[in-house]
């Protein structure tokens, strides 16, 4: 039911570059509303990865990087390292009736 | 350094009330810009926005559960608390509480489209269940 499309799983060896798509529509995203990034280790809650479409909060490595183009949004990860495994979900805002605050269906990356 | 810790029952019958408690410490919960969000995650609706309120009691809720919800804070006490009226199995979730600037001036603070929930709780598992 989320407004926002992630794949399910992405994956990589270590050191690698990967990508998770974040696909909206022109009430969320392509209203030119910000996008945010959650990372969600096993067991935890989610904590803040990338916020305002591409700033990093102080304490996360410059690994991670956000974009943002018409109605979708990316969340990169280069130099892929076995403690990036965990559940990634973006979140933006939404101007229809799904809810203000709308997250995506999240992504699974796994670490080969 | 901020800190945010949910409480209330685990387990909680069909058709009665959910009600949780967000305890704030580190930090004021009023006469900031912060709005106070509840968030709950359950392996069929994913991670899903409930509501947030702010210190002088606007509140904004998901308009799926906008009759069922209400919000309230205590500033005496730094905690703001969760009202879920009526559930069924589909509210079973982990509940987080979270933190996220408001659209504030002077007078007023209205929910942004602009700012991340940047301070979250650690979460509490709520099963509804006879």
């Known amino acids: 039911q989320s407004v926002l499309t992630q794949p399910p799983s992405v994956s990589g060896a270590p050191g690698q570059r990967v990508t998770i798509a974040c696909t909206g529509s022109r009430s969320n995203i392509g209203a030119g509303y910000t996008v945010h990034w959650y990372q969600q280790l096993p067991g935890k809650s989610p904590k803040l990865l990338i916020s305002?479409?591409?700033n990093r909060p102080s304490g996360v490595p410059d690994r991670f990087s956000g974009s943002k183009s018409g109605t979708s949004a990316s969340l990169a990860i280069t130099g892929l390292q076995a403690e990036d495994e965990a559940d990634y979900y973006c979140?933006?805002?939404?101007?229809?009736?799904?809810?203000?605050?709308?997250f995506g269906t999240g992504t699974k990356v796994t670490v080969l | 350094q901020l800190q945010l810790q949910e409480s209330g029952p685990g387990l909680v019958e069909p058709s009665e009330t959910l009600s949780l408690t967000c305890s704030v410490s580190g930090g004021s919960i009023g006469g900031s810009n912060y709005y106070w969000a509840w968030i709950r995650q359950s392996p069929g609706e994913g991670l899903k926005w409930v509501g947030s309120i702010y210190f002088r009691g606007n509140t904004y809720y998901n308009p799926s559960l906008k009759s069922r919800v209400t919000m309230f804070v205590d500033t005496s006490t730094n905690d703001f608390s969760l009202q879920l009226t009526s559930v069924t199995a589909a509210d079973t979730a982990v509940y987080f509480c979270?933190?996220?600037?408001?659209?504030?001036?002077?007078?007023?603070?209205?929910?942004?489209?602009?700012?991340?929930?940047?301070?979250w709780g650690q979460g509490t598992t709520v099963t509804v269940s006879s």
């Open positions: 979270a933190r996220h600037q408001g659209d504030c001036s002077s007078s007023s603070c209205f929910l942004s489209y602009y700012y991340s929930m940047d301070v």
């Open positions: 979140q933006s805002y939404d101007s229809s009736l799904s809810g203000f605050y709308v």
């Open positions: 305002g479409n591409n």
